[in-house]
């Protein structure tokens, strides 16, 4: 199983950026997706998730009413819709899930991170 982000990139305050995670491999059924970030010298926060099966979404207070995370069912993908970006923003982000393969147990797994930089 992989995980495959994409999507970030350079953008001005006030601007936005979509972010896309995509699963791929022997997977038998996705229990949930987050995105991550991360900068130096922080510890990686969770800031937005979504369940797989009711589409239940939640996020961080920070970004409440600018992020919204959503799935594609039949593409194993995730996106997280960033708007009104800040400076603050500007971190590594990261996506995970926890999927359960065709073979073995529940397990959690970590795409490569994807730079955001919020920056005039």
């Known amino acids: 199983v992989q995980l495959q982000a994409s999507g970030g990139g350079l953008v001005q305050p006030g601007g936005t950026l979509r972010l896309s995670c995509a699963a791929s491999?022997?997977?038998?059924?996705?229990?949930?997706v987050g995105w991550s970030r991360q900068t130096p010298g922080k510890q990686r926060e969770l800031v937005a998730q979504i369940t797989w099966n009711d589409g239940k979404t939640t996020y961080i207070d920070d970004v409440k009413g600018r992020f919204t995370i959503s799935r594609d069912n039949a593409k194993n993908s995730v996106d997280l819709q960033m708007n009104s970006l800040k400076p603050d923003d500007t971190a590594v982000y990261y996506c995970s899930a926890i999927i359960l393969p065709t073979k073995g147990a529940l397990q959690g797994y970590w795409g490569q991170g994807t730079q955001v930089t919020v920056s005039s």
């Open positions: 491999g022997s997977i038998r059924s996705i229990k949930s």
